[in-house]
Structures are given as structure tokens and as C-alpha cells.
């Protein structure tokens, strides 16, 4: 199989997206992920997360921290193997730090291949995750995800109103809020 060719990085080594799932986990703008891979000093290793800072906001954080008071529901997104919690009625911060999750694809002749990428603080893992290392990592998840929540995309509050997670009046409230 051929993976398609995503961007070459200054240090000469070619970074490709993941074919193995529909949703290849990418959840940033290109240009933006084209900048951190360059920041990031991505290195020729088996599997590495790469935290990276910029010197401006870039976008907003959609993880964020909730507690008893706010409104959280748990939605399985699709391509994924459990529900993730998904918060209404809060606003995503600013931020000028992403994630970049690289790997070299044993199937593909240990080509660098981005497992995700996205903006905002590093996170953890989904406690249904079947790739923790250790026990202490999917505990460590687990109090992750006790306390933080995702704000879902436009295009995920019309999909959780398509799968019943959310009302059409709770729908139609977070998008005015938004508005």
C-alpha cells in the first residue's frame, strides 16, 4: 500500500498521514501542522510525542478541564472505539501549543507517519484506548478524561443530534451561543 506523501521537514525526513483508519487524526489546519512538524525537530525513532510551542496563539484548545457544574455528555465519535466526553455551553481557549504523535509504520518500511496531531495542551489517550503501554498509563487516562472534556465541532454537535446524544433544543443553543 502506498502511504500518500505529507510534507518533507528541514532535516530531510519525509513525514506521511496515516491510511490504516478512515479518520487520519488530523485535527489542525496544514499550515499550521507544516510549521509545528518544522518546530517540532522531528527525529528518525520508532515513536515520539512532540509537544510543541509557538511564539503566538495558533488556535483553541478544544480539551478542556470541566467539572460538576458544567454540562458533559459522552459521545462515540466515529472511527473510534469508545465514547469520548464531549462538553456544551463553554468557549475553547486560546492557545499557541500543539501535539504532534509520530511513528515509524512497520508496514509501510518504517516510513514517519503522523499518528495524530492537534492544537491545544498534550493530552492523554481515551481510557477505551487498546495502545496504553503500562497500567499506570491507562490509569493515568483514566483521571485524565475524569476531568476534561472535548468541545464538539459544529459538525459533531450535528452529528450528535443525528445519533441522539443531544436534543435538537440543546443543539440549537450551542450553536446560537456560538453564533
Known amino acids: ?11 530531510g525526513l ?9 479518520d487520519n487524526h488530523i485535527h489542525c489546519d496544514f499550515d499550521i501542522l507544516r510549521e509545528g512538524l518544522e518546530l517540532a525537530g522531528i527525529q528518525d525513532v520508532p515513536f515520539t510525542r512532540y509537544p510543541v510551542v509557538f511564539d503566538r ?8 478541564e470541566v467539572g460538576a457544574a458544567d454540562h458533559v455528555v459522552m459521545w462515540q465519535r466515529p ?5 469520548t466526553p464531549m462538553v456544551l455551553g463553554r468557549e475553547a ?12 509504520d512497520t508496514d509501510n518500511n518504517n ?3 503522523i499518528v495524530t496531531a492537534y492544537t491545544g495542551k498534550p493530552g492523554t489517550k481515551e481510557p477505551w484506548d487498546p495502545n496504553f503501554r503500562s497500567e499506570e498509563e491507562r490509569k493515568a ?6 476531568n476534561h472534556a472535548l468541545i464538539p465541532t459544529a459538525e459533531e454537535l450535528d452529528q450528535m443530534l443525528a445519533d441522539g446524544v443531544i ?9 446560537e451561543r456560538r453564533a
Open 167 to 175: 436534543t435538537a433544543e440543546e443543539a440549537k443553543a450551542e450553536m
Open 57 to 64: 496563539p495558533i488556535a483553541t484548545d478544544r480539551c478542556i
Open 93 to 104: 481557549d486560546p492557545t499557541n501549543e500543539m501535539l504532534i504523535v509520530v511513528c515509524q
Open 111 to 113: 516510513k514517519l507517519t
Open 79 to 83: 472511527t473510534r472505539a469508545g465514547a
Open 14 to 22: 519525509d513525514i506521511f498521514e496515516r491510511t490504516d483508519v478512515a
Open 1 to 11: 500500500m502506498k502511504i500518500p506523501h505529507l510534507i518533507a521537514t528541514v532535516n
Open 141 to 146: 487516562a483514566e483521571a485524565f478524561w475524569s
